[in-house]
């Protein structure tokens, strides 16, 4: 069912409340997502973004059953990945001549998609479109978080079409964000932060400051997923320029992964001794093997520092950690401290390649890292205390 949101702006989305992986494989999600959609109704008639394409006949339907397609005057397409394109081929059969407004990058990627030869009309920042009472002003958003991303803002209702951006993968059936469980929210909302838009911070603070410096009044922030940012909309703007500001609260993550016990013990050692030498630190000890890697990302992004970990395996490092140090390196994180450790029984490469990979990732180093021969006994327990003590002592 469509929702009013306004006088002239109802919702027209989907709501995926079984959906687990997003991106592929890449993105773990635990509380469903939606995909938002808007329908402007002004003296024109504006449709703003569509939704995935497993959704894409229930969508049309559901559409018609809301307004006579035929009046819809324009489709505004913020971003053309396919979880919000993917309804338009079902939906264009129906109004093939219907324009769509969309910068130029966003053309390329439908015509990549869809191979069409629909009507587009490109916009760049500022360029406006009227609908009667309301106007629709356009702003390009380049890498936010896609090369095609443009942001829409509503005159009158004040409203900003955000897309991707202020989003989160989280499904609920109220919409508005002071009708959702506040700490779910935001565990979404950072979680979503730290794995899509980490890489792209610089520009989140540009376009901010950008948006912000025009002075528009803000009534309500309505992104492409999760909530609408009803109740002061100001909130997520606030804790965007936080986490786009080289993020990091007082937490240390120890990421590991292990063979035989040993590296956890490591792992183990390292936690205490930084206890005892900075009791107020928040520390977090994850397996990376048993851990969904998101919530790790999650937990490396609130962290001031990282310690990873490693058995060595024929030469090498677990295949936990590398892929984790993979996903690390894509992230560019900013302002981060780290080091390595890790056990092994003969050649022992683990730690050093750990290192290297997260100095090359942009992580201060803090020292050598320690490494472990076979299974650590009480002396060598004793040294990951000390090691811990003194990486914490370092920060
Ligand atoms: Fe929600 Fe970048 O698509």
Same mark, same amino acid.
């Given at each position: 069912?469509?929702?009013?949101?306004?006088?002239?702006?109802?919702?027209?989305?989907?709501?995926?409340?079984?959906?687990?992986?997003?991106?592929?494989?890449?993105?773990?999600?635990?509380?469903?997502?939606?995909? &938002?959609? /808007?329908?402007?109704?002004?003296?024109?008639?504006?449709?703003?973004?569509?939704?995935?394409?497993?959704?894409?006949?229930?969508?049309?339907?559901?559409?018609?059953?809301?307004?006579?397609?035929?009046?819809?005057?324009?489709?505004?397409?913020?971003?053309?990945?396919?979880?919000?394109? #993917?309804?338009?081929?079902?939906?264009?059969?129906?109004?093939?001549?219907?324009?769509?407004?969309?910068?130029?990058?966003?053309?390329?990627?439908?015509?990549?998609? =869809?191979?069409?030869?629909? &009507?587009?009309?490109? @916009?760049?920042?500022?360029?406006?479109?009227?609908? #009667?009472?309301?106007?629709?002003?356009?702003?390009?958003?380049?890498?936010?978080?896609?090369?095609?991303?443009?942001?829409?803002?509503?005159?009158?209702?004040?409203?900003?079409?955000?897309?991707?951006?202020?989003?989160?993968?989280?499904?609920?059936?109220?919409?508005?964000?002071?009708?959702?469980?506040? +700490?779910?929210? /935001?565990?979404? +909302?950072?979680?979503?932060?730290?794995?899509?838009?980490?890489?792209?911070?610089? =520009?989140?603070?540009?376009?901010? *400051?950008?948006?912000?410096?025009?002075?528009?009044?803000?009534?309500?922030?309505?992104?492409?997923?999760?909530?609408?940012?009803?109740?002061?909309?100001?909130?997520?703007?606030?804790?965007?320029?936080?986490?786009?500001?080289?993020?990091?609260?007082?937490?240390?993550?120890?990421?590991?992964?292990?063979?035989?016990?040993?590296?956890?013990?490591? +792992?183990?050692?390292?936690?205490?001794?930084? &206890?005892?030498?900075?009791?107020?630190?928040?520390?977090?000890?994850?397996?990376?093997?048993?851990?969904?890697?998101?919530?790790?990302?999650? *937990?490396?992004?609130?962290?001031?520092? @990282?310690?990873?970990?490693?058995?060595?395996?024929?030469?090498?490092?677990?295949?936990?950690?590398?892929?984790?140090?993979?996903?690390?390196?894509?992230?560019?994180?900013?302002?981060?401290?780290?080091?390595?450790?890790?056990?092994? #029984?003969?050649?022992?490469?683990?730690?050093?390649?750990?290192?290297?990979?997260?100095?090359?990732?942009? =992580?201060?180093?803090?020292?050598?890292?320690?490494?472990?021969?076979? @299974?650590?006994?009480?002396?060598?327990?004793?040294?990951? @205390?000390? /090691?811990?003590?003194?990486?914490?002592?370092?920060?």
């Amino acid at each position: 069912m469509a929702k009013k949101l306004t006088e002239k702006v109802a919702w027209v989305g989907k709501v995926d409340w079984e959906l687990k992986r997003f991106h592929g494989d890449e993105y773990s999600v635990d509380k469903g997502s939606s995909y &938002n959609s /808007y329908l402007v109704r002004d003296e024109k008639t504006v449709l703003i973004d569509t939704v995935w394409q497993p959704f894409d006949k229930e969508f049309v339907a559901r559409l018609k059953q809301e307004i006579d397609l035929k009046q819809i005057d324009y489709i505004v397409a913020n971003h053309n990945e396919i979880d919000h394109s #993917g309804a338009l081929p079902e939906l264009m059969r129906e109004i093939p001549g219907t324009p769509i407004y969309c910068t130029a990058t966003g053309e390329k990627i439908i015509r990549g998609h =869809f191979h069409q030869d629909w &009507n587009f009309v490109n @916009v760049k920042t500022g360029d406006t479109l009227d609908i #009667g009472q309301s106007k629709l002003v356009f702003v390009e958003a380049p890498m936010l978080h896609w090369p095609d991303s443009m942001m829409t803002y509503m005159t009158g209702e004040n409203i900003l079409f955000s897309n991707d951006a202020f989003g989160q993968h989280f499904a609920t059936e109220t919409l508005y964000n002071d009708t959702a469980d506040q +700490a779910e929210l /935001y565990e979404e +909302a950072i979680k979503y932060y730290a794995n899509i838009l980490t890489p792209f911070s610089n =520009f989140v603070t540009k376009k901010i *400051q950008e948006v912000l410096a025009l002075n528009l009044p803000v009534s309500m922030i309505c992104p492409s997923h999760g909530v609408i940012w009803k109740e002061n909309p100001a909130q997520i703007i606030e804790h965007y320029l936080k986490w786009a500001d080289s993020y990091r609260e007082n937490q240390i993550t120890i990421v590991y992964d292990t063979m035989w016990e040993s590296t956890r013990k490591m +792992a183990e050692g390292i936690a205490e001794g930084i &206890n005892i030498a900075d009791p107020t630190v928040k520390i977090k000890l994850i397996n990376s093997a048993k851990t969904d890697k998101n919530d790790v990302i999650t *937990q490396i992004f609130r962290s001031k520092a @990282v310690l990873v970990g490693s058995s060595t395996i024929n030469n090498g490092i677990l295949h936990s950690v590398s892929g984790l140090l993979e996903m690390i390196k894509g992230m560019k994180f900013k302002g981060k401290k780290g080091s390595a450790f890790g056990s092994y #029984g003969w050649s022992g490469e683990g730690v050093k390649q750990i290192t290297k990979f997260l100095d090359e990732s942009g =992580f201060d180093i803090v020292n050598d890292g320690q490494r472990l021969l076979w @299974v650590p006994d009480e002396a060598a327990y004793a040294s990951c @205390v000390e /090691y811990g003590k003194k990486f914490s002592e370092a920060l």
